[in-house]
T-cell receptor, first 109, second 116 residues
Framework: GQNIDQPTEMTATEGAIVQINCTYQTSGFNGLFWYQQHAGEAPTFLSYNVLDGLEEKGRFSSFLSRSKGYSYLLLKELQMKDSASYLCAVRDSNYQLIWGAGTKLIIKP | GAVVSQHPSRVICKSGTSVKIECRSLDFQATTMFWYRQFPKQSLMLMATSNEGSKATYEQGVEKDKFLINHASLTLSTLTVTSAHPEDSSFYIC????????????FGPGTRLTVL
């Protein structure tokens, strides 16, 4: 079966750095996405990785290792507004998105 | 990024009535649209995939006669919840793709459905 694993909840301090891991087992691979979702709102796109390596976009970076079925989202200089759920999703061989359950990130002052 | 709108953003209805939710891609043509449902503190659950001009493909366990999907044009898909019941209360989110094999899914803002 297809499976996406990510931690349920993480806590970090304002101004610090946090890494959210995601491991996956899917039928084929056509890219990995990270989305941010605030409570009661729809997800918003953060990053897309299809090749191995690190993609940096401002305070957020995403890493992919296809051989290990592993990705992480790195958030730097954490701000209170970064408190949200972070969803990892993999596009499989049918170009369908397989979603992780999300990681709730709590930022403390 | 591309914009997807949903209407209404919130709806409250009585049990047994039908509710229609619209999803529009505002600045691009969406060959494929997806409908998701999300219960509180749970992840997104794909309900169905619709391609313009063809019948929607429903995920296992989703009743196609209860959740009617119409994707009549490249910019509009509708989800109709027929004979709604309290257990249908949820957050319904649509997303759209310009082409099925490239790019990200663009999400609408979601519709909060409450069935009394």
């Amino acid at each position: 079966g297809q499976n996406i694993d990510q931690p349920t909840e993480m806590t970090a301090t304002e101004g610090a750095i946090v890494q959210i891991n995601c491991t996956y087992q899917t039928s084929g691979f056509n890219g990995l996405f990270w989305y941010q979702q605030h409570a009661g709102e729809a997800p918003t796109f953060l990053s897309y990785n299809v090749l191995d390596g690190l993609e940096e976009k401002g305070r957020f970076s995403s890493f992919l290792s296809r051989s290990k079925g592993y990705s992480y989202l790195l958030l730097k200089e954490l701000q209170m507004k970064d408190s949200a759920s972070y969803l990892c999703a993999v596009r499989d061989s049918n170009y369908q998105l397989i979603w992780g359950a999300g990681t709730k990130l709590i930022i403390k002052p | 990024g591309a914009v997807v709108s949903q209407h209404p953003s919130r709806v409250i209805c009585k049990s047994g009535t039908s509710v229609k939710i619209e999803c529009r891609s505002l600045d691009f043509q969406a060959t494929t649209m997806f409908w998701y449902r999300q219960f509180p503190k749970q992840s997104l659950m794909l309900m169905a995939t619709s391609n313009e001009g063809s019948k929607a493909t429903y995920e296992q366990g989703v009743e196609k006669d209860k959740f009617l999907i119409n994707h009549a044009s490249l910019t509009l898909s509708t989800l109709t919840v027929t004979s709604a019941h309290p257990e249908d209360s949820s957050f319904y989110i649509c997303s759209a793709l310009e082409a099925p094999d490239v790019g990200e899914q663009f999400f609408g803002p979601g519709t909060r459905l409450t069935v009394l």
